[in-house]
DNA sequence: TGTCATACTTAGCAATGTGCAT
DNA sequence: ATGCACATTGCTAAGTATGACA
């Protein structure tokens, strides 16, 4: 690791590594001495064709060895060979490299094992050593040190009003400039010569998944295609050649872009540590910022690359060119006492500089396809996120002792003669009970249809879907954020909403009301606004908005989902993994709660299905030995018990092919013998494949009569196996559309999780992944008896 | 009273990383 | 050791909240 720090345009970061008080760190096996004394001079920016091997000298003979093709197909022929070459090469050092390190690490395990006497009598003898040496640490681990070492909820806060008093910060990072490739797109069957940007607008498209989630869906990609070829025609100029989308073949340029992900695939462990080693340049430079005097993390310090814009849903701008900004487009925001971050562009400068104290943010620019501003904002783990997310959930807690009076609020008001009044009531009891968002307008043209609570409309609901008498059952359909299906069967009538005077007969009759008369397209709450909404909402608790009743109802879920596993009797005597799981599945209902959906992909369909058909395997191999078990208890026809085939010469055979094909792959020498030894390679493979499975579908057979016994302790070892593989299907099944991230995240006080994990002895880093338990440092010190409740929400 | 601008939170997807079974 | 499934992270889109202003 190089340590030079000369290169941090930010001044004082240097000294602030350097006087970073030594946290204490969790123990760390003793360090190897270091291997790397020397290292040799590396260029100051490594370009990107350093990546690139350079070419063999060949060139001479290249015709003759290929006749019939074109320069270009030979160019293209060579490279590919070049690529396979270097992934050769790549992955024996991988090879090494992995056995060094393993061998390394036997000895080190070897040394603290056989030495710990030995060095704790040094220990002792060791006395007047002066100051200790701090460990040797890297850059990142002492900046990271340095952050943990400032625990902001017992510092100073800031001038009321004010985020901080000064911030140094060290500018946005921006990507490199475009460098031509030259290959060219066919327009109707001839090459276009393209400008740099036109050609890069051209990428873009052709580096489209056709099967992906916009060009995958025919809607979408028609409106995607559309803009595209707008946005790309006025690219190209009036009078351009080019005029429809469907006369364009980019599939040159899509190979070029697919050869060059190989190429970086291939590359060797010193260019991946010169990559790594610019990467780590970049982050230094810009990656962290000093705020009021402490090192703090940034969190999107890259600019956005241009590329096509990804709206989500059926978004009208999706595919329109997404454009490169320059420095001149971003304004800085840091203190005045301190030097500008130094723009990183060559001959560019930044837009404006401010020095606003009020807010977060260190950089803002305009993005060109909705004109919406972009911010670059200190990382989740600094002390303004964590700040804020604190204040939220404290927020959230305080609603404990108010939601009484809230409900009865609304109650009260569902039966209000005045429309507004009830529509304002009905609204609250939706946002309380189905969590959803308040919902504020948008602008169809401009963007996805998507609704929430304020924006609900007829069409969304239908009444008594499953046309039974007396129904108070609505189902509630419609996209929301993120265009994520809402599809829901309500019974107001059921107890869950009637009990405890939940009323929900009355919103059943309100909705009906919102509803007759008008037309489908018409908003349910007409008189309602989110702003007039969070107006009534902060009359009755100050601070109070609709957003807070997720946090709110998401938080006080988990404590009680847990306080309800907890009370199970056996609790006591589960492993951490199952506590973990019961962890989990009270998250889900959190997700379920908030609707937060993931989509499944195909290769996630597939193995469900291979589960499928495996259990279903196995329910008919118990069927069959049962029918065994029967026969050999009756002395019957012992000749009708199938026999297991034998596996030996299977094997043999696949053996044999893997063996052959690996021959084949080590003698190929001309580019056909290659193709028939990659080909051959993937038959043994499969071959090995049906092989697993034909010893699957024969796993219950023996290969001479069975005893009763054993076929009856086989079928009871089948039972065993069907169960859990069915569980575990249903499992699998019920929860792939459930996201538990996004809850843990946002909502759920991460106070709850790490109190659970305290009182059962649970390990905090299963229930939370690094980048959350640093997001959360603030809350890692409570009480194993910590409660979400009102008291909690006093503290500041 | 509604609209706009601003600033910040919440969100899913794709790429990447990790750990486990084979 | 390898390949796979699952978990985590990075990215950036899509929301909410709120105050100024017409």
Not at 68 to 88: S, V
Not at 237 to 248: A, E, I, L, N, Q
Not at 544 to 556: D, E, G, I
Request: hydrophobic share 35%; charged share 30%; aromatic share 8%.
């Amino acid at each position: 690791m190089d340590d030079s720090d000369d290169d941090i345009p930010i001044a004082s970061l240097t000294a602030k590594i350097a006087a970073a008080p030594v946290v204490k760190s969790e123990p760390k096996p003793p360090k190897s001495p270091s291997s790397t004394p020397a290292k040799p001079p590396t260029p100051s920016s490594p370009s990107a064709s350093a990546a690139i091997p350079k070419k063999i000298k060949k060139e001479a003979n290249l015709t003759d060895k290929y006749p019939g093709l074109t320069p270009d197909e030979i160019a293209y022929k060579e490279k590919l060979k070049e690529i396979k070459r270097f992934a050769k090469i790549e992955k024996q050092q991988k090879k090494e490299k992995k056995k060094a390190k393993k061998e390394k690490k036997r000895q080190r395990d070897d040394d603290f094992e056989s030495k710990p006497q030995k060095e704790k009598k040094v220990r002792t003898v060791k006395v007047d050593m002066g100051p200790k040496k701090a460990k040797a640490t890297d850059k990142t681990q002492r900046l990271a040190q340095a952050m943990k070492a400032f625990l902001w909820w017992n510092a100073e806060t800031p001038p009321e009003g004010q985020q901080w008093s000064t911030m140094e910060q060290g500018g946005i990072a921006f990507p490199e400039e475009y460098v031509p490739h030259g290959v060219k797109m066919l327009y109707d069957g001839k090459e276009i010569t393209l400008t740099g940007e036109q050609e890069e607008a051209a990428n873009f498209m052709a580096g489209m998944d056709k099967n992906g989630m916009h060009l995958g869906n025919p809607k979408t990609a028609k409106i995607f295609i559309n803009n595209f070829f707008t946005d790309f025609q006025a690219l190209l100029g009036k009078g351009h050649p080019v005029k429809t989308f469907s006369k364009c073949d980019f599939s040159r340029i899509a190979s070029h872009l697919e050869e060059q992900k190989m190429v970086k695939k291939a590359i060797t462990d010193s260019e991946r540590k010169m990559n790594k080693k610019a990467k780590d340049e970049i982050n230094f430079r810009h990656g962290y910022c000093i705020v009021d005097g402490h090192v703090e993390k940034v969190g999107n310090f890259n600019m956005e690359p241009p590329g096509t814009f990804r709206g989500r849903g059926e978004h009208p701008k999706m595919g329109k060119i997404k454009q490169r900004v320059l420095p001149e487009q971003v304004f800085m925001n840091f203190s005045v006492e301190n030097a500008p971050p130094i723009c990183p562009v060559p001959g560019h400068a930044w837009g404006e500089i401010r020095h606003d104290p009020c807010v977060q943010w260190l950089g803002n620019w305009k993005e060109n396809i909705n004109g919406q501003d972009k911010y670059m904002q200190l990382a989740a783990m600094s002390s303004f996120k964590g700040k804020s997310d604190r204040f939220k959930y404290n927020k959230a807690a305080r609603l404990c002792g108010n939601i009484e009076k809230i409900r009865r609020d609304y109650k009260k008001n569902l039966l209000a003669k005045e429309k507004g009044l009830r529509q304002l009531a009905t609204a609250m009891w939706v946002i309380d009970r189905l969590a959803l968002r308040v919902g504020g307008e948008k602008d169809t043209d401009e963007e996805a249809d998507t609704v929430g609570c304020c924006s609900l409309r007829v069409e969304h609901m239908t009444f008594n879907p499953s046309n039974e008498d007396d129904s108070l059952e609505v189902e509630l359909e419609f996209l929301g954020k993120d265009s994520m299906l809402f599809k829901q069967t309500i019974d107001f009538g059921s107890e869950l909403y009637t009990n405890n005077n939940g009323m929900g007969e009355q919103v059943y009759k309100n909705f009906k009301n919102f509803c007759t008369g008008k037309k489908k397209t018409d908003d349910i709450f007409e008189t309602l606004t989110p702003s007039a909404l969070n107006d009534h909402l902060k009359s009755l608790m100050t601070g109070l908005s609709a957003k807070v009743f997720r946090t709110y109802n998401a938080s006080v879920t988990l404590q009680d989902e847990l306080a309800k596993k907890e009370k199970v009797e056996n609790w006591n005597s589960l492993t951490v993994t199952q506590k973990v799981t019961n962890y989990n599945d009270a998250n889900r209902i959190v997700a379920i709660l908030c609707n937060h959906q993931r989509t499944v992909s195909k290769a996630q369909e597939n193995a469900l299905e291979s589960i499928q058909t495996k259990l279903n395997t196995l329910i008919e191999q118990k069927k069959v030995l049962k029918k065994m078990l029967k026969l050999i208890a009756k002395a019957g026809d012992l000749s009708m018990i199938p026999m297991k085939k034998s596996e030996a010469e299977m094997k043999k055979a696949v053996d044999a092919a893997l063996e052959n094909a690996k021959k084949m792959k080590e003698e190929a020498k001309t580019d056909e013998e290659k193709i028939a030894a990659t080909k051959a390679d993937a038959e043994a493979k499969q071959l090995r494949k049906d092989m697993g499975d034909s010893k699957f579908s024969q796993a219950h057979l023996w290969e001479s009569v069975p005893t009763e016994s054993q076929v009856a302790n086989k079928i009871s070892l089948w039972t065993g196996k069907i169960d859990r593989m069915s569980f575990d299907l249903k499992n699998k099944d019920d929860n792939k559309e459930v996201s538990l991230g996004t809850s843990k995240i946002n909502y759920m006080d991460p106070r709850a999780s790490v109190a659970f994990c305290k009182r059962n002895e649970v390990p905090i880093d299963r229930v939370f992944s690094r980048t959350l338990r640093d997001k959360f440092n603030w809350a890692m010190s409570v009480e194993p008896e910590w409660q979400f409740c009102y008291e909690i929400g006093l503290e500041d």
